[in-house]
């Protein structure tokens, strides 16, 4: 019941940031601006976003694949469509690829060993490829088009070390020597309380040793295919940038062209957000506001990029969700039926 309110109030706290934002940023002048959209432009931008969507499920796949793991590319793409839904509901770091990994240990040749495995190489891979993005893009707005920066020179370095110093640590959690130095070293009272339900066989394990030998096993057969990591690696990429994308192509539905490389920018505050959010269930209202702040800085009208900043969320949010929720309703109507048969 308690966490029920606290979802309640959470959910509540984003509208009414939302409202507000909405209150001081003019909206009767930023529904001018939507009024005057151009429907083949946003479409494109539609359709752009769902190949997102795609590429980050079938990059995930391909790490499965490359791991030994017998899984079908639906399989995958409803799994990661199932957490992402869940997220946006209960904002948590890490939640999809806590969910994923749930949803996955059991298919053939998987194991909950193989799961955490798959879905830290790809949150690694994913947060490589965005510091990558993200540094090139500074990189070529200050020295190719000699611009500024749409935030500070600190918060872009803040974001690009975070980005680096996660993949790290997913990187340590995936070395075998250290998993074994951890528990070796672990005093008597945790490895009772954490390590020791690693036995539950529920998880289809025989305790932590088994735990790390699976991930051993998935990260060898990994390591020997390249072309699988370099593939999903570069899909990965293709999808965060494909948010920029989009918000460009909205933009130019609107009648504004924006240079591509500040948009990649404008997005890093967005990964920013996302990553940390522990409260506001999508980001409502915090991400709206900070994209508007951001187009404005660009020089962009207040009403101009109130509209953009909504249409963008349109897209990149509430059609995402819809499309989250329907693969979340199936999966469930599914797994209950499968259940209801024996």
Not at 66 to 89: C, D, K, P
Not at 287 to 313: C, E, W
Request: glycine residues 8%.
């Amino acid at each position: 019941m308690l966490r029920k309110r606290r979802g309640v109030l959470f959910i509540s706290l984003g509208l009414v940031i939302f409202v507000v934002y909405l209150a001081l940023a003019n909206p009767l002048e930023a529904l001018r601006e939507i009024g005057q959209i151009n429907v083949g432009l946003f479409l494109v931008a539609v359709v752009i976003d769902d190949v997102g969507l795609i590429l980050f499920s079938v990059s995930w796949y391909l790490i499965l694949r490359g791991m030994n793991v017998e899984v079908r590319v639906w399989e995958a793409i409803q799994a990661t469509f199932v957490s992402l839904f869940v997220v946006l509901i209960v904002p948590l770091p890490v939640g999809s690829e806590i969910i994923r990994g749930y949803l996955v240990r059991n298919k053939k040749n998987a194991g909950i060993g193989k799961a955490v495995a798959s879905v830290l190489v790809h949150k690694s891979m994913y947060n490589v490829s965005f510091g990558v993005i993200v540094t090139l893009a500074a990189v070529i707005v200050t020295t190719v088009y000699g611009g500024n920066i749409p935030m500070s020179n600190g918060f872009i370095l803040f974001v690009v070390l975070f980005a680096a110093s996660s993949s790290l640590v997913f990187a340590a959690i995936l070395d075998t020597r250290m998993l074994r130095w951890v528990i070796s070293h672990s005093p008597s009272w945790l490895r009772s309380r954490l390590f020791d339900h690693l036995d539950d066989p529920r998880l289809g394990l025989d305790g932590y040793g088994s735990f790390v030998d699976e991930i051993g096993e998935a990260m060898a057969a990994l390591k020997s295919r390249v072309a699988i990591n370099i593939v999903a690696f570069l899909m990965l990429a293709l999808e965060w940038s494909i948010g920029s994308i989009t918000t460009y192509f909205v933009a130019l539905s609107l009648g504004r062209s924006i240079n591509i490389w500040e948009i990649v920018l404008i997005y890093a505050v967005v990964e920013f957000i996302q990553q940390l959010n522990l409260i506001i269930p999508g980001g409502l209202g915090i991400v709206d506001a900070g994209l508007t702040g951001a187009f404005v800085f660009l020089g962009v009208p207040l009403s101009l990029a109130v509209a953009i900043s909504l249409m963008t969320r349109l897209v990149t949010h509430w059609q995402e969700f819809v499309i989250y929720g329907v693969a979340s309703i199936h999966y469930g109507y599914r797994e209950a039926l499968k259940e209801y048969l024996g």
